[in-house]
């Protein structure tokens, strides 16, 4: 439950004193019925708030990237640890998104979030083998064997078998890394099988999406355009 005009304010209303105005003025609906409290509570998820009759803060779809920092794990809530969900805007905090998939605590990059349920269960199905590049820091140098062993498909130290991966040699230290999948530290656990501790993981790419430019910490929205490409692959 939050307050009206806070939600208001959140969801691109204006400011609280504008909002003030805005309820004065009897501009503002609540379930249908004109509401002219500030103070008065509302659920998000249940309450129908309308400005001049258009509904705000509805379940619009949303698909949202995020360059995740480290530190901060990919959950909706977490009773020790610091949540990504923290690092969204307030204004994306009541509709609902949640993390498609999932990056380790201290891996860094691109996350995405959406409310549309259909969308997110498409695109962690793991039959989606969307291809995910990650930069990696880490010790040692990959060598051809190494590049011959992720085409092949690793096998992990636990037995357990990867599909066909790229591995990408940048200098000592570095490679690029494409996968299919999304097993549980996936490629730590590959680099690591190959003598490799990784250091530092930043996924760069999803699909057709790229972090580019985008700031750590930060949060931008997809296009509609750019929700069609993910829906397509
Ligand atoms: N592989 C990993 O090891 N960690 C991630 O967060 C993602 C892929």
Known sequence: MERLDKFLSAGGAGTRSQVKELLKAGRVSVDGLPERDPGR??????????????????????????????????????????TVMEL??????????????????????????TNDG????????????VPKVYYARHEGWASREDVEAFAQGLQLRDGTRCLPALLEPLGPGESRITVREGKYHQVRRMMASRGMTVLYLQRQKEGGLELAELPLGKTRELSEAEIQTLERE
């Not at 949303?62 to 640890?81: F, N, S």
């Not at 009541?94 to 993390?99: M, N, R, S, T």
């Open 41 to 82: 509570k509302i659920d998000p998820q249940k309450n129908t708030v309308c400005l001049d009759g258009e509904i705000l803060g509805g379940r619009r779809r949303v698909v949202l990237m995020l360059h995740k920092p480290a530190g901060y794990v990919t959950a909706t809530e977490d009773a020790r640890e610091r």
């Open 88 to 113: 969204l805007p307030p204004e994306y905090r009541h509709l609902d998104v949640k993390p498609v998939g999932r990056l380790d605590k201290e891996t860094e990059g691109l996350l995405l979030f």
């Open 118 to 129: 259909q969308l997110l269960h498409r695109l962690i199905s793991p039959r989606q083998e």
